[in-house]
């Protein structure tokens, strides 16, 4: 109904941009020659618009700017904040006082949504609603387009990755109030578990195991504690793909078909991983094997944009019909209108290159990570099943310094380098919960490292400049004390 609405609104321009008097009566003051032609070029920018609306697909190439703009300032003026005439006697009209925030918001100042359901029509904000709609469209696009064939629906919502794993939680809760365990493998990133914790749960931490090099998932523990507390008192489990090396995602078919046989939820943190094959990969096979509810993942870190939305996919389209009922009043349209901007920019072909040259950077950080290693003694660590995150080991570097370790990341980010993480041995205490050796994913990782991404958006300017300055950093690290004897290689572990 909102489409068939558009295609016949009055004042939706690119479906009605200029009658024929109105061009009849331009052509008697500039030509009609001249009129004619510009009014080919409106009709083909019309025309993109109209197959976007007909087919609410993703389109496969990106569109220029003034299309997008075009497009915009049309469903701008499709909200009744912008109607010629329009007067708002209610407490909630779109009113902006500062100019500079209008334009940043194109005049769109309804934001998504109603009180009941986040991805409600507004009747005072046609056009918003339909730039929600067609959002939410393309973003399922997306997601096939990265590989999450089984997801169903989406919808993007106006809040970062661990705020929306909370509404995913409370969404859960709704149907299983009396629950109040989330089983959680280790993951040290805070966000996981103040999700947990903002819900009103109560984690149960799952330990993890080495392999080798790689953190991994220990399934013996977690089915362990599945079992102990018993699927009545347990809401879900909450497992992560994209993680920082040396951790591996989690083993998400195993851990499907736990879950499918326990009658417990599953919620997957896949927070970067949407640009990541072997995530996207996991997610596919968990859900065609066991049980999946939700996946969670970022807007800003897959398709760089601000901070601040969040993609809820899953295979069972009421789940996230429920979840987009549970958010409370209206949204900011924010998030939705950075995606819908960057999709339409990118296209489906667009994305598909950015996709292959982050696999490509990828492969050029570890091969350059693999030479600086020999250079100091150290080793690239053995995480073959990361595809996005590496790791260095910095054992010979922590030996001949008198120096914290972590030290080496503070004169990284003082020039100028960012997104490394040096973990060394450090304790602490998250949501009243003790970690000891907090960044390793595990208690004693055997040595301390330095981590580093392969993300989407990444140069190859970028990869060449991060390891010039390491290895400066690296020498001048060593140097704060005389070292007494050569660098010792740090073995390999046993197969």
């Not at 001249?34 to 496969?60: F, G, T």
């Not at 499709?78 to 005049?107: C, K």
């Not at 393309?138 to 997801?151: A, E, K, N, P, S």
Request: glycine share 6%.
């Amino acid at each position: 109904v909102l489409f068939d609405l558009c295609l016949r609104f009055p004042l939706f321009s690119s479906l009605q941009a200029m009658d024929e008097r109105s061009r009849a009566i331009a052509s008697q003051m500039v030509g009609a020659t001249y009129i004619s032609q510009a009014a080919d070029a409106r009709r083909a920018r019309e025309a993109l618009v109209r197959v976007l609306l007909e087919h609410r697909k993703w389109p496969e190439q990106g569109w220029d700017e003034a299309t997008i703009e075009m497009l915009l300032q049309d469903l701008a003026l499709m909200d009744s904040n912008n109607f010629l005439g329009n007067v708002g006697v209610g407490e909630r009209e779109a009113r902006i006082f500062s100019g500079l925030v209008e334009r940043r918001y194109f005049r769109l100042g309804h934001g998504v949504g109603r009180s009941g359901e986040l991805a409600a029509v507004q009747p005072k904000a046609a056009g918003s609603s339909l730039l929600a709609t067609l959002a939410n469209a393309m973003t399922l696009d997306l997601l096939r387009v990265c590989g999450l064939t089984r997801v169903t629906s989406c919808i993007v919502v106006p809040m970062a990755t661990g705020m929306a794993m909370v509404l995913t939680l409370l969404a859960l809760r709704a149907d299983k109030p009396d629950a109040k365990y989330v089983v959680w493998p280790r993951i040290d990133q805070k966000s996981c578990l103040k999700a947990i914790r903002t819900a009103g749960l109560v984690p149960l931490v799952v330990p993890n195991m080495l392999e080798g090099d790689e953190v991994r998932t220990d399934m013996t523990a977690l089915t362990a504690l599945v079992d102990a507390h018993g699927p009545d008192a347990i809401l879900c489990v909450l497992t992560t793909t994209s993680c920082f090396a040396p951790r591996a995602p989690d083993r998400l078919e195993e851990i499907a078909k736990l879950c499918a046989t326990r009658g417990v939820a599953h919620v997957i943190n896949n927070a970067y991983g949407l640009q990541v094959s072997k995530c996207v990969h996991l997610c596919n096979e968990a859900m065609r094997v066991g049980r999946v509810d939700a996946i969670v993942q970022s807007t800003d870190k897959n398709l760089m944009v601000p901070v601040g939305g969040a993609i809820i996919a899953g295979p069972r389209a009421a789940f996230i019909e429920a979840i987009s009922k549970s958010y409370p009043g209206r949204a900011s349209a924010g998030p939705c209108l950075d995606v819908f901007i960057t999709l339409l920019s990118l296209g489906v072909e667009g994305y598909r290159a950015l996709l292959a040259r982050r696999k490509e950077h990828f492969t050029l950080l570890r091969a350059e990570l693999e030479r600086l290693a020999q250079r100091h003694g150290e080793r690239v660590l053995l995480t073959r099943n990361n595809g996005i995150s590496m790791a260095l080991s910095l054992q010979a570097s922590a030996a001949e310094s008198t120096s914290d370790i972590t030290f080496l990341g503070s004169m990284l980010f003082s020039r100028c380098v960012s997104g490394t993480r040096v973990i060394g041995n450090s304790p602490k205490v998250v949501c009243g919960i003790n970690f000891k050796s907090y960044g390793a994913h595990i208690d004693d990782y055997p040595v301390p490292y330095l981590t580093a991404a392969a993300a989407v958006g990444m140069k190859e300017s970028d990869i060449t400049t991060f390891i010039h300055r390491l290895d400066k950093v690296i020498r001048q690290f060593r140097k704060r004390t005389p070292a007494e004897a050569a660098p010792v290689p740090v073995p390999a572990p046993a197969p």
